[in-house]
């Protein structure tokens, strides 16, 4: 092909993207033919004594890791758990989430993870959808595990208390009754004891049990089986469980090792941050999911709070950070303040908003390592995107496509006619990360599909030599701090106010490339929005959603943009907002 040739060829056809791969990626890959219970076994083997997980000072090798797993699946098997059936996990990151994922997956279930902060309206919906009969639930959502016992299939709880995994010096002081310490232990732990305790029921288990019933099951469950679900919304706001295949994931840690060029090979094991939530794919795969792949520890924290993350950078020097922008900028802050050395930090992957390019400089100074961002979505387990983990990254793009994974940019009400380089149009990828489809709703299934394309919602742009850049989202979801919010689900609960004629949630960017949720509202008559409004409108929002997913602000409009038919067009109303604001 000549120079001419090449240059009106399209950079999908051409691959022209493998010019930047490092010269240890390669563009194809072998892949482990086995699941992520085999894959788990075979680390405990060759890792055994090293750390696996530590907790707030706290550790647990990869042989005690391997033995709590075990006996989960003994105390899961008498509560009636079998291969093929959904265990829900409602937990924030601790030691007994990951026991609970790997205890799950090596018996043959399915684990279907959930925000454990989401009130019972929120999980009702996916817990009739999914039908666990057994949920291990965090202590502090014992209300919303006793409306789910009510409303869905769910039968038997155990919950969690995570002042068990601390140090013994540091469960004694939480006892203390002085004030700041009662607000670390309420955090932590709840005083509820309605249902069985987990680490009481692991405690009394049989190991010689549970390694019986996991071997009975590993010929029960291929690579093929539903490993995870995940819910997601998508574009309406209905809640979706995304089926991510044990070799979704598996691809996705293979594609992830051979990006970052030495990740897990130098001579002490990887200090790996797991600041993300399990609950998101980001979190589980790049965390929970990659660790015992190279015999990483784990470096769990229930929350990314300040000083929860200054201490493990001064305890366990973390050498792997996978995260958001907000969270680098967050560590970034607090490190200034408080004198915090966080160098050491080899590499940082960046994902789920934009990442200003004034974050990846200061990050790169402080730690000394490399910052790169990257693009995927729950139905891709989750990464098909990133920068090179080289000088050939590129600011304002989410980089190019993964070993073995395509992208091609297509006209959004056409997807067989592709748009050519460098003008924008729906990206959609393909691979073997992509999900098998969403749990009991097949029409969605074929709706995101064009063959085995992916339709990913969201408008890019592709340059001919393959990089990608995001210019907007079909999916009219807002993201803030790497967590998504919905705007209809919000809507909907706006609306239900007294006296809220017609509402329109939207975000307003921000400077770390994140946004802040905001609501624009008219309200019936000639009513004002008054600041005791205003309150008891966040105060009506505040129990019904997860925080983040709370407006920061409210807005009167008097009315809200709109097409012919009425529906209200979120892009107008965000301009209506911003107006409003610049007046």
């Not at 730690?367 to 729950?378: F, K, P």
């Not at 997913?549 to 109303?573: I, N, S």
Request: proline share 7%; net charge neutral.
């Amino acid at each position: 092909m000549n120079a001419d040739q090449s240059a009106n060829t399209p950079a999908l056809e051409r691959k022209a993207w493998l010019q930047f791969y490092t010269p240890n990626t390669q563009p194809q890959l072998d892949y482990p033919k086995g699941t992520l219970a085999e894959m788990f076994a075979e680390a405990t083997r060759k890792f055994a004594d090293r750390p696996a997980l530590w907790f707030l000072g706290t550790s647990l090798t990869y042989s005690q890791f391997r033995d709590q797993v075990a006996k989960l699946a003994q105390v899961l098997d008498s509560a009636g758990v079998r291969p093929g059936d959904r265990v829900a996990v409602v937990l924030p990151n601790c030691p007994q989430n990951l026991i609970s994922f790997y205890a799950i997956v090596s018996m043959g279930a399915t684990a279907v993870y959930h925000n454990p902060l989401y009130t019972a309206r929120e999980l009702e919906g996916p817990f009739k959808d999914h039908g666990a009969r057994v949920g291990i639930f965090w202590d502090n959502a014992t209300d919303v595990a006793t409306h789910l016992k009510t409303h869905t299939p769910l039968d038997t709880v155990l919950t969690v208390d995570m002042t068990t995994a601390l140090p013994r010096l540091k469960r004694l002081a939480l006892k203390l009754p002085l004030p700041p310490i009662r607000a670390t232990r309420k955090k932590l732990s709840s005083s509820s004891r309605k249902f069985a305790s987990f680490d009481r029921a692991v405690r009394r288990a049989s190991l010689r049990k549970g390694r019986r019933v996991v071997e009975k099951a590993s010929h029960r469950v291929t690579p093929d089986s539903t490993a995870l679900i995940l819910y997601t919304s998508g574009t309406t706001g209905e809640p979706k469980g995304a089926e991510l295949m044990h070799r979704n994931l598996i691809a996705n840690i293979e594609m992830g090792l051979a990006w970052v060029d030495g990740l897990g090979t130098g001579e002490s094991p990887e200090r790996m941050l797991a600041a993300l939530p399990t609950f998101h794919a980001y979190g589980m795969a790049f965390g929970g999911a990659l660790a015992p792949a190279i015999g990483g520890e784990l470096l769990l924290l229930p929350s990314p709070e300040p000083s929860l993350l200054m201490s493990v950078f001064k305890k366990r020097k973390p050498t792997w950070v996978p995260g958001v922008p907000t969270l680098y900028r967050l560590i970034m802050e607090h490190a200034s303040k408080t004198g915090v050395d966080i160098s050491g930090v080899r590499y940082s992957f960046s994902g789920a908003a934009s990442l200003p390019p004034a974050i990846v400089d200061e990050w790169e100074r402080m730690t000394g390592g490399l910052l790169v961002e990257g693009y995927g979505l729950t139905e891709t387990s989750p990464i098909v995107l990133g920068n090179p983990m080289s000088e050939d990254r590129r600011p304002g793009y989410v980089g190019i496509p993964f070993p073995d994974t395509e992208a091609r940019i297509v006209d959004p009400e056409r997807p067989e006619v592709a748009r050519p380089d460098g003008e924008a149009g729906e990206l959609l990828v393909r691979g073997p990360q992509v999900f098998k489809g969403y749990l009991n709703k097949p029409d969605a299934t074929r709706s995101s599909f064009t063959g085995d394309w992916f339709h990913t919602g969201d408008m890019a742009v592709m340059e001919p030599d393959g990089f990608v850049r995001i210019v907007s989202r079909i999916k009219e979801m807002i993201i803030t701090g790497g967590f998504n919010v919905y705007p209809q689900e919000v809507e909907e609960i706006i609306a239900e106010f007294d006296g809220v004629q017609r509402v329109a949630v939207v975000g307003l960017p921000r400077d770390d490339g994140s946004e802040t949720v905001v609501a624009a509202v008219v309200l019936t008559g000639k009513n004002k929005l008054s600041d005791a409004t205003k309150t008891a409108l966040k105060e009506y929002c505040q129990r019904n959603l997860t925080k983040y997913k709370v407006p920061r602000e409210f807005y009167q409009l008097d009315e809200l943009a709109c097409d012919m038919m009425g529906k209200v067009r979120r892009t107008e109303v965000r301009q209506q907002v911003q107006e409003l604001l610049n007046d």
